[in-house]
C-alpha cells in the first residue's frame, strides 16, 4: 500500500527510507552534514485508507493526523524518535475510534450520561485550514450531526489545530458554544506515549491532590509516580508542565496553556496483557468540574508535548 503513511511502517522500513531519500553529493563536493527538511503538509491515505494528514517541520519533526476522530496518531523527533502509541488492537474502519496516538475526550470525559470519552474521537472531522511555512499547521473542525444530537443536543463548533515545529507538538482544541443556552462539558487530550512501562517516571504533580478511580480513594501526590501495577487516577489543579521519562533516558515535557486545569495517569496492566508494557496514558483534562460555556461563549485548551 504504497500511501501508507510512514509513521506507520516499521522502524526499520523506515531507516532504510530515510537513507534512500538521502540526496546523493558529487564526488569531491563540499556539503552540509545536515540537510533541513522541507517543510510540508500532505493529505494523505493512511492505516484503511482513511483519510490524513502528514506533516513535515523544517526541523524535521513529522506527525500524522487522521480525520477519522481528528487523532494524531504519530509524532516524531527530528532524531527520528517516536513520542506517540497506538495499540495494537487499533482498527481503522471507523467501527469505534482509533485506539492510541493523541485523541480528545470530549463532551465528557467519563463516565457520565453519555458513552464513556464522549462522540467527537468517533466521528469524521473535516480539514478546515493548512497552514504552509516552517513550522506547518493544520485546523479540523467538528460541526454537530444528528448522531451527536441524539446524544448531546447541543448547538456547538470544535476546532483542533496541531502546529509542528521547533522539536514540539503543539494540539489545541477550541470550544465555541453557537446555542442560545449555556452548555457544560468535561474533556481531555487523552495521549498514549511510548514508553517502558517499568522505567515511567511522572514527575511534577507533587502536591496535587488525587483521585485513585480503581479503589475510589482521594489523595496527595507524595513524589514521582512510577507503575507497578494498574493506574486510573485523576490529579486536580496540576501545574501546567508534567514531566515523563519513557525509558532510554528519553522524556517528553507535557505543557498545558488555556482551560486545562487536571492530569489523568492511566496504564492498564496486565488487563492489556500484549502491550501495557510499551505505554502510558498521560492526559491534561477538564474532569474535576464541568466546564460551563455562556451561550456565544468559547473555550480554549492546548498541549505541547516537546
Ligand atoms: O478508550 P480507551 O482509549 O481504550 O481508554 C480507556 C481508558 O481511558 C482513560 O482515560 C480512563 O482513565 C480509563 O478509565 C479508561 O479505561
Redesign the pocket.
Known amino acids: 500500500m504504497a500511501s501508507v503513511s510512514a509513521s506507520l511502517v516499521a522502524p526499520a522500513q523506515r531507516i532504510a527510507a530515510r537513507r534512500q531519500a538521502r540526496p546523493t553529493a558529487a564526488r569531491g563536493a563540499r556539503t552540509p552534514l545536515r540537510v533541513a527538511a522541507a517543510a510540508s503538509i500532505a493529505e494523505i491515505k493512511g492505516t484503511g485508507d482513511l483519510p490524513a494528514v502528514k506533516l513535515t517541520s523544517a526541523d524535521g519533526c513529522t506527525a500524522t493526523a487522521y480525520l477519522f476522530g481528528g487523532v494524531v496518531t504519530s509524532f516524531t523527533k527530528p532524531d527520528g524518535r517516536e513520542v506517540l502509541y497506538v495499540r495494537p488492537d487499533a482498527v481503522f474502519d471507523k467501527s469505534k ?1 482509533i ?2 496516538g493523541l ?1 480528545h ?1 470530549w463532551p465528557q ?2 463516565p457520565g450520561d453519555i458513552q ?2 464522549g462522540f467527537a474521537r468517533n466521528v469524521d472531522w473535516e480539514l478546515t485550514k493548512k497552514t504552509e511555512g516552517s513550522n506547518p499547521s493544520i485546523e479540523m473542525t467538528l460541526l454537530p450531526s444528528d448522531y451527536s444530537k441524539k446524544m448531546w443536543d447541543k448547538d456547538f463548533k470544535v476546532t483542533q489545530t496541531i502546529t509542528l515545529g521547533d522539536g514540539k507538538l503543539k494540539a489545541t482544541l477550541k470550544v465555541w458554544n453557537t446555542g442560545e443556552e449555556a452548555f457544560t462539558f468535561t474533556g ?1 487530550f ?1 495521549t ?1 506515549f511510548a514508553a517502558d512501562i517499568d522505567e515511567v517516571a511522572v514527575t511534577g504533580l507533587k502536591g496535587c491532590k488525587s483521585l485513585d ?1 480503581l479503589k475510589d480513594e482521594a489523595g496527595t501526590v507524595a513524589g514521582a509516580l512510577t507503575m507497578s501495577g494498574p493506574v ?1 487516577s485523576c490529579y486536580y489543579d496540576v501545574p501546567s508542565v508534567v514531566n515523563l521519562a519513557v525509558g532510554g533516558g528519553n522524556s517528553v515535557a507535557i505543557e498545558s496553556q488555556g482551560g486545562w486545569t487536571d492530569a ?1 495517569v ?1 496504564t ?1 496492566w496486565t488487563d492489556m496483557e500484549a502491550c501495557y508494557k510499551e505505554f502510558v ?1 498521560v ?1 491534561n483534562a477538564a474532569c474535576k468540574e464541568p466546564v460551563s460555556v455562556a451561550a456565544g461563549g468559547e473555550w480554549e485548551a492546548s498541549t505541547i508535548l516537546a
Do not use: A, L, T
Request: hydrophobic residues 20%.
Open positions: 475510534p485506539s492510541g485523541p475526550c470525559f467519563g464513556v470519552h481531555s487523552h498514549y478511580r486510573d489523568v492511566w492498564p496514558c492526559e
